[in-house]
């Protein structure tokens, strides 16, 4: 069993930046994409970010897409969300997530990930 915990959620002013890290322990694992969804109240879980196993390879919803940064270190087992010029649509818990497994795509879907933290609250106040 692998657990995920996520830290460095908090208030911040639209237009700050907040860094969000996910540290993994227990059994180890090797080659999985890691993620990180939201959740903000009354909306279903969205996709933000995924990396790849390399920490070369990215992908960004949309909404997120140069204002966001995913990155991952491997030895330390962790991956972090640089959040930029945030805005008050970006409040929600966020939640990272590991895959047990490679994959060739990029996983944009929860049901994709085995492994999940309990959430951090990110609120951006206007």
């Known amino acids: 069993q692998v657990q995920l915990v996520e830290s460095g959620g908090g208030l911040v002013q639209a237009g700050g930046s907040l860094r969000l890290s996910c540290a993994a322990s227990?059994?180890?694992?090797?080659?999985?994409?890691m993620g990180w969804f939201r959740q903000a109240p009354g909306k279903e879980r969205e996709f933000v970010a995924t990396?790849?196993?390399?920490?070369?390879?990215?992908y960004y919803a949309d909404s997120v897409k140069g204002r966001f940064t995913i990155s991952r270190d491997n030895v330390k087992n962790t991956v972090d969300l640089q959040m930029n010029s945030l805005k008050p649509e970006d409040t929600a818990v966020y939640s990272c997530?590991?895959?047990?497994?490679?994959?060739?795509?990029?996983?944009?879907?929860?049901?994709?990930?085995?492994?999940w933290g309990q959430g951090t609250q990110v609120t951006v106040s206007s």
């Open positions: 990396i790849k196993w390399s920490g070369d390879s990215t």
């Open positions: 997530a590991a895959r047990r497994n490679m994959g060739s795509l990029f996983y944009t879907h929860a049901r994709h990930y085995d492994y």
């Open positions: 227990g059994r180890t694992f090797s080659g999985g994409d």
